[in-house]
Nanobody
Framework: QVQLVESGGGLVQTGDSLRLSCSASGRSFSTYAVGWFRQAPGKEREFVAALSYSGSFSRYTDSVKGRFTASRDNAENTAYLQMNSLSAEDTAVYYC?????????????????WGQGTQVTVSS
């Protein structure tokens, strides 16, 4: 079992930055790939970013490339999502997830554990 807790969300203005954290406990976090997903009101959950178990490989959805950066500190059992140049379109609940697959995973059904989510609201 892996328990995930997100933090760092909040209300910001267009152009601001936020860093989300995903703190993990339980079984060895360093063997799991990490993904970030988001769900805006009235929309389906969508993939945002994914990071391999080592952090060496990553993938991003097109709309956040160049603005968002996923990283992890396996010694601290924590993953991060640095979000820059935020816009109203980034407003959503953000979730982190862990996949036993280990490598970069973009499909939500391949993730085994999920956090409770953290709200990010960007005002224009």
């Amino acid at each position: 079992q892996v328990q995930l807790v997100e933090s760092g969300g909040g209300l910001v203005q267009t152009g601001d930055s936020l860093r989300l954290s995903c703190s993990a406990s339980g079984r060895s976090f360093s063997t799991y790939a990490v993904g970030w997903f988001r769900q805006a009101p009235g929309k389906e959950r969508e993939f945002v970013a994914a990071l391999s178990y080592s952090g060496s490989f990553s993938r991003y959805t097109d709309s956040v490339k160049g603005r968002f950066t996923a990283s992890r500190d396996n010694a601290e059992n924590t993953a991060y999502l640095q979000m820059n140049s935020l816009s109203a379109e980034d407003t959503a609940v953000y979730y982190c997830a862990a996949s036993g697959v280990g490598y970069v995973v973009i499909n939500d059904y391949e993730y085994d554990y999920w956090g409770q989510g953290t709200q990010v609201t960007v005002s224009s």
